[in-house]
C-alpha cells in the first residue's frame, strides 16, 4: 500500500516507523527485532527471531511489560528443557504450537514446558506504513514455522498492526497445517504486565466468571487473585484460570489499571479476544521481589500439558492444508484515558 506524503512532515518515519535492528551484547547477540515507534501510540520492540513476539514495551515513556533477568535470548540458546532460561518475559510471549502449559511426551516426542514457537525465528518478515482511511498504522508481517522430518509441520503467520495516534496493538494470527496428517494446536497468549502498571494500587479488570485455582498455593489464594501487593519476599507462583460463563458476549476483556500511578496520571493495559477462538483465560499472578508481575493469558487449551489436553480436553486439531484464525488486541492507555480502558471493548453489533 503506498502511502501519500504529507506536507507537514519531511518524512513519514517522524509519526510511524518500524526499522530493523539487531541486539549486540550478551546472550542476545544476533536476536533481529524491529523498533516500531508511532506517534501518540505504543512504542515497541518486535522480536523477529523469538516467534515474532514482542518484548519490551511503553505507552508515553512509561513501561508496560515486564522484563525478565535473562534477557531477550538468541534461539540458539534455547534448550526444550530448561524454558525458563530463555523466558524474556514481554509484552507478548506466545506459548505453543505443540504444547502449553507442563511438559509432555507424546509418540516418543518430549515437547517441553510452553512449546517451542517463541524460540523460534521469523521468516518473510516485512514491515509496511499503511493508510487505512487516513488513519498510519506500522504493520509487522511474518510467519514462524515449527516442524521437524518426522513430525508435525505448522505454520504460524502473524500481522501486528500499531495505529498513530492510539496506544493500540492489534495481534491477528493463522496457524496453518502444512503436513499431511492432521495436527493438534495448542495456543496461550503471555500478556506479561509488570510495573508501573502492577503495583499495590493497581486492579484487576476481568468480566465475572468462576475463579479457579490450578494447584494447593493458587486455590487457597483465590479469594485474592485480584489483590495487589508491594514486592513480597517469598510470594508464590499463582495461577488461576477464569471460567467464563457459557451465556454473554464473545468479546472479552481483561487486564490491570493503576490509577493512582503519580507520574503517569494513571496507566494500564487491557487484552480483547474473541473467546469462540480463545475459550480459555488464565491469569498468572506473581508478586515476588524481581518477579512482579500479573500475565493475562487466553487460550485455546488447558495448563496440564499435550497428553493431559488430548485426553481430557477438547484440542483444535487442524486436517492438512486446514488454517485456524486467533488474535487479541491489546489497549493502553495513561492519564484519565487508563480509567476508561475497564469499558474499551467495541461489540461488532454496536458499531
Do not use: K
Not at 511426551?105 to 514446558?113: F, I
Not at 484460570?241 to 493503576?258: M, Q
Amino acid at each position: 500500500m503506498t502511502v501519500r506524503a504529507r506536507p507537514e512532515l519531511g518524512d513519514r518515519s517522524q509519526v510511524a516507523s518500524g526499522r530493523f535492528v539487531r541486539l549486540d551484547d550478551g546472550m542476545e547477540t544476533g536476536v533481529r527485532a524491529v523498533d516500531v515507534r508511532v506517534a501518540g501510540g505504543l512504542h515497541a520492540l518486535v522480536l523477529v527471531d523469538r516467534g515474532l513476539d514482542i518484548g519490551p514495551a511503553w505507552v508515553g515513556g512509561f513501561p508496560v511489560a515486564w522484563q525478565s533477568p535473562t534477557g531477550m535470548v538468541h534461539p540458539a540458546y534455547f534448550r526444550d528443557e530448561v524454558w525458563l532460561r530463555s523466558f524474556h518475559g514481554g509484552l507478548v510471549f506466545t506459548a505453543g504450537l505443540q504444547n502449553v502449559g507442563n511438559p509432555s511426551e507424546d509418540g516418543g516426542e518430549r515437547h517441553g514446558l510452553h512449546g517451542r514457537i517463541s524460540n523460534l525465528p521469523a521468516h518473510d518478515v516485512r514491515v509496511d506504513v499503511e493508510d487505512d482511511g487516513g488513519e498510519l498504522a506500522v504493520v509487522v508481517r511474518g510467519a514462524v514455522r515449527e516442524t521437524s522430518v518426522y513430525g508435525v509441520d505448522l505454520v504460524l503467520h502473524r500481522s501486528m498492526r500499531f495505529p498513530v495516534g492510539r496506544a493500540v496493538v492489534e495481534i491477528r494470527d493463522e496457524v496453518e497445517n502444512l503436513g499431511f496428517d492432521p495436527a493438534p494446536v495448542f495456543i496461550l497468549y503471555h500478556v506479561n504486565l509488570g510495573f508501573p502498571v502492577v503495583a499495590e494500587t493497581s486492579r484487576l479488570v476481568a468480566p465475572e466468571a468462576m475463579v479457579v485455582g490450578w494447584d494447593d498455593a493458587s486455590r487457597s489464594a483465590e479469594p485474592e487473585h485480584d489483590v495487589f501487593v508491594p514486592p513480597s519476599p517469598g510470594f508464590p507462583v499463582q495461577v488461576f484460570e477464569h471460567r467464563l460463563p457459557a451465556s454473554g458476549s464473545d468479546r472479552i476483556l481483561a487486564g490491570v489499571i493503576n490509577e493512582a500511578h503519580e507520574a503517569s496520571g494513571g496507566i494500564g493495559v487491557v487484552v480483547e479476544f474473541d473467546r469462540r477462538e480463545l475459550p480459555r483465560l488464565w491469569q498468572w499472578r506473581m508478586l515476588a521481589e524481581g518477579r512482579y508481575l500479573t500475565g493475562i493469558e487466553p487460550a485455546n487449551c488447558g495448563l496440564l500439558g499435550r497428553n493431559d489436553e488430548l485426553v481430557h480436553g477438547s484440542p483444535t486439531v487442524l486436517a492438512p492444508g486446514e488454517r485456524r484464525s486467533y488474535g487479541i488486541t491489546i489497549r493502553a492507555a495513561t492519564g484519565p484515558a487508563a480509567a476508561a480502558l475497564a469499558g474499551a471493548v467495541t461489540y461488532p453489533e454496536e458499531q
